[in-house]
């Protein structure tokens, strides 16, 4: 590991993403964690830009801050006031995010060498269409992983 010059302080990767996108940059982020299922992936890489807060819509995956250096993927799936409603897809529960959380939105995904674009007008209409069933995924999902592991462990047994 090399040494931190004198005088520096060392930062974890996601403060300074955090940082980068407050600053209008753009940022390439691997997705970690299953609450996006199965629509983002763990292990897909998110193409994250900054954006502002009156650009956001229904459907749109967001990148958010919840503490210091704790980065969110999430789908907006309302809009409160300020605040935006934000859910994983595959979760059950929804949490606020406020303007000084949102740090950009998702336009990309690239899994597998393939890129999937999420910023085009048939892309946003597809979003909001997830929102209408992502509660539906939330419950169905864990039912789908478990017959999937019976089926791999029946075929591969």
Not at 137 to 145: Q, S
Request: charged share 25%; with cysteine; glycine share 10%.
């Amino acid at each position: 590991m090399p040494a931190v010059p004198r005088g520096v302080e060392a930062r974890p990767v996601e403060e300074v993403a955090g940082q980068l996108l407050r600053q209008g940059g753009r940022l390439r982020i691997k997705a970690r964690g299953g609450s996006m299922l199965p629509f983002v992936r763990d292990g897909d890489v998110a193409l994250v830009s900054a954006t502002a807060g009156n650009e956001i819509r229904v459907g749109d995956v967001i990148c958010y801050e919840t503490s210091p250096g704790r980065l969110f993927l999430h789908r907006v799936i309302a809009r409160a006031d300020d605040r935006f409603v934000a859910r994983g897809d595959a979760l059950p529960f929804s949490e606020l995010v406020s303007r000084a959380q949102l740090l950009g939105r998702v336009v990309a995904v690239e899994r597998q060498g393939r890129l999937w674009r999420l910023d085009t007008p048939m892309a946003r209409w597809r979003n909001r269409s997830i929102v209408a069933v992502s509660p539906l995924v939330a419950r169905l999902l864990p039912l789908a992983l478990r017959l999937r592991r019976a089926w791999r462990g029946a075929v591969g047994g």
